[in-house]
């Protein structure tokens, strides 16, 4: 028996790239001696041994033997005279005039890339790229709505939990998926004075055979016609007599492999304009030409003879007269005058089927505005907003910044004014205590659970959930009736907040010219008048005023809030009724 291999690969190592894999230089600055930062005549003669200068002297530091040269007559900054000795003066004939083009010199035309050097792209830098722009989107509008049918269940399932939910979030559930919302397209008309009517800008059209939505109506004919042929026309496949002469060769479709025929063939050029125009259109059509291939294989020319060895007949379907047509271009022109008007009609507004393919624009349209509306639900968020205030449904802002919508608008409720229960008065102080609080806590403060009277059983069954105590229901439904009086308010997230009390409005300011306030003296004769009314620190927002308001909400925070129909981690059962009626397991 052969014994095992060791095999010893480190992985680690071996998919590493080669630069982390080289050996390091444990003293990779030795061949460096400190003097690479000078000059090249002070590296090629070492520092205290520099070459002799042209006037004679030698190098040295500025100040010593030969180591100031003094002012230069006719240099840089000083006056003009001869270029001798080491006295840089002006060239002769003058001054060196502009620099060739490129940053480093070098010839016209040549640019320097620092990092690969000349580039031959122009004069200077070379060209600027262009800024990419996107193509413009079509003028057409695009409509979100979100599907009635689940637009219902989410306002039932508001009233029934008493819950406030954060509009936007609720939008946000809605575009999670395709189903939950509807895209149609409008389109935007602008006033034609010639005309004395509004036109629109992008016509939509409509084919009633599939109710596919196009931009034109030569494209609608064009997709009915190819797609609902068999439903018009009968074909019939006819022999012919084959084209005379002898062939050797065939031209080919580089791309598609369709056979064209013979480049001297009668037919050739209408065809290969014809298969140009409608597969390759985008393409310019020399260098598609360029693509067309000649073939001498006799089995390829076989093929080409007889397929053309045969002809066709178009009959006309459901006329009242049949009618026989030898090409396609009769066909189309008597579907346009029998079939046109009543298939294809022009419409202003439409909502095709989820799974209808769009043409292209409006393709690039859906896919901008759903990515916008995914970032910012504003379009979902007002159309939700009109559904559920027909419902009964209200909304308010907390804090001014958050619409939420709930069963009824935030109510303060003065316990030490109003006459309440010593249950309602407790749960109001509870929850004023104890910022954060839910449902769960609440019961068990006011009206604990009591002991079981049998510890489980180890690793046996779960044992059964606790009916609710007398004084639990209470309190239950003393927060129910808090609830949807508004004087409670049950977040999304579970907690539980009173109304806040409503600041005073202030005292309007004086109007100029108005007599002085008369004396305290006089006040006994002076009516008394009322206290204006407060408003709500929670303002609340009619379902009139909904659209104008959520134009100017901004995103809402992101925040743990649980998704509708899924109940929060500590929440206490619901009234049996409630639960009753809607079929809710009650949880402790």
């Known amino acids: 028996m052969s014994e095992p291999l060791e095999i010893n690969l480190d992985l680690d190592k071996l998919f590493q790239p080669a630069w982390a894999t080289s050996p390091t230089d444990p003293n990779k600055y030795a061949r460096y001696d400190g003097t690479e930062g000078e000059s090249r005549g002070d590296r090629r003669f070492g520092r205290g041994d520099r070459p002799p200068r042209r006037d004679g002297g030698f190098g040295g530091p500025r100040g010593g033997p030969g180591g100031d040269r003094g002012p230069r007559p006719g240099g840089f900054g000083g006056p003009g005279g001869p270029r001798s000795g080491g006295d840089r003066g002006p060239r002769p004939g003058g001054d060196r005039g502009p620099r060739p083009q490129g940053q480093g010199g070098g010839a016209p035309g040549i640019a320097w890339d620092p990092k690969g050097g000349p580039r031959r792209d122009g004069p200077g830098r070379g060209p600027r790229r262009p800024d990419f722009r996107p193509e413009p989107l079509i003028p057409v509008e695009l409509t979100i709505t979100p599907e009635p049918g689940g637009v219902s269940s989410l306002a039932r399932q508001i009233k029934l939990s008493g819950r406030a939910y954060p509009l936007f979030e609720v939008a946000g559930l809605v575009m999670q998926k395709p189903d939950r919302y509807a895209v149609g397209f409008k389109v935007i008309k602008r006033r034609d004075e010639a005309a004395k009517k509004d036109v629109p800008v992008q016509p939509l059209f409509v084919c009633s055979l599939d109710d596919t939505l196009w931009l034109s109506e030569a494209a609608a004919t064009d997709h009915a016609l190819k797609a609902h042929f068999d439903t018009f026309y ?268 409503p600041a005073p409005r202030p005292a309007p300011a004086p109007k100029p010219g108005r007599k002085a306030d008369k004396p305290a003296g006089d006040a006994a004769a002076t009516p008394a008048v009322e206290a204006p009314a407060a408003i709500p620190s929670d303002e609340s927002i009619p379902a009139a005023e909904m659209a104008a308001t959520l134009a100017q909400e901004a995103p809402a925070e992101e925040s743990s809030t649980p998704a509708l129909g899924q109940p929060a981690a500590e929440t206490a059962a619901e009234p049996a009724a409630e639960a009753a009626a809607e079929n809710l397991p009650q949880t402790a």
């Open 234 to 501: 009968q074909t019939q496949k006819l022999p012919c007599d084959p084209p005379k002469g002898v062939w050797t060769l065939v031209a080919q479709c580089g791309m598609t492999g369709e056979l064209l025929g013979p480049p001297n063939f009668h037919g050739y050029q209408e065809k290969l304009r014809k298969l140009h125009a409608d597969r390759f259109s985008r393409m310019n059509f020399d260098a598609y030409k360029n693509r067309v291939k000649i073939v001498k294989d006799e089995a390829v020319v076989k093929q080409w003879t007889e397929s053309v060895s045969f002809r066709f007949e178009y009959t006309a379907l459901n006329v009242p007269e049949p009618k026989v047509f030898q090409s396609m271009d009769e066909v189309r022109a008597h579907f346009i005058e029998v079939h046109q008007p009543t298939i294809i009609r022009q419409v202003d507004s439409f909502a095709p089927k989820a799974d209808v393919k769009l043409p292209g624009p409006l393709q690039t349209l859906t896919r901008v505005a759903l990515d916008k509306e995914k970032r910012f639900p504003i379009r979902i968020a007002t159309a939700l907003s009109g559904t559920f205030a027909s419902m009964g449904l209200q909304f308010f802002k907390r804090d001014k910044t958050v619409v939420h919508v709930a069963v009824a608008r935030p109510h303060h409720l003065d316990i030490e004014t109003s006459v309440v229960s010593e249950t309602t008065r407790k749960i109001i102080e509870h929850i004023n205590a104890n910022v954060g609080t839910n449902r769960k806590r609440l019961v068990e403060t006011l009206a604990p659970s009591p002991a079981p009277a049998e510890a489980p059983a180890e690793g046996g069954a779960a044992p059964a959930p606790t009916p609710l105590t007398a004084e639990q229901q209470a309190v239950l439904n003393d927060l129910h009736w808090l609830i949807h009086q508004g004087h409670v308010i049950e977040f999304a997230s579970g907690m539980l907040e009173t109304a806040k009390k």
